[in-house]
């Protein structure tokens, strides 16, 4: 079962640390991704990684400001976001799968086999 935690209620300019373990010891090889869904909009990608190597992915509205990483050891992906905005409110789910998707495909949804219940991230003006 993947679990988020770290989602709150902060003002705009602030910052939060989103959690997630994935529910699954990690192997050699996943891809694991944060998508985002505020009410009335489509779900969106956010940010991405991978297991091995230094690849991250992020939308471009998130780039230079959110920061994806991962504790391999500990079995845990976290998203730093700073100067959240209140355009960044909204559920965010860490999605997960035990495979390495390719470059083109990071931001797609299809590809992740395991879902999260999301953890609300609310940016107040």
């Known amino acids: 079962q993947v679990l988020e935690s770290g989602g709150g209620l902060v003002q705009a300019g602030g910052s939060l640390r989103l959690s997630c373990a994935p529910g699954?010891?990690?192997?050699?090889?996943?891809?694991l991704a944060w998508f985002r869904q505020a009410p009335g909009k489509d779900r969106e990608f956010v940010s991405g990684i991978r297991c091995c190597g230094t690849s991250t992915y992020y939308t471009d509205s998130v780039r230079g400001r959110f920061s994806i990483s991962k504790d391999n050891a500990k079995n845990m992906v976290y998203l730093q976001m700073n100067s959240l905005q209140p355009e960044d409110t909204a559920l965010y789910y860490c999605?997960?799968?035990?495979?390495?998707?390719?470059?083109?495909?990071?931001?797609?949804?299809?590809?992740?086999?395991?879902w999260g219940q999301g953890t609300q991230v609310t940016v107040s003006s």
């Open positions: 699954e010891r990690i192997s050699s090889t996943y891809t």
């Open positions: 999605a997960f799968t035990l495979r390495r998707v390719i470059t083109s495909q990071v931001r797609e949804a299809y590809e992740y086999r395991s």
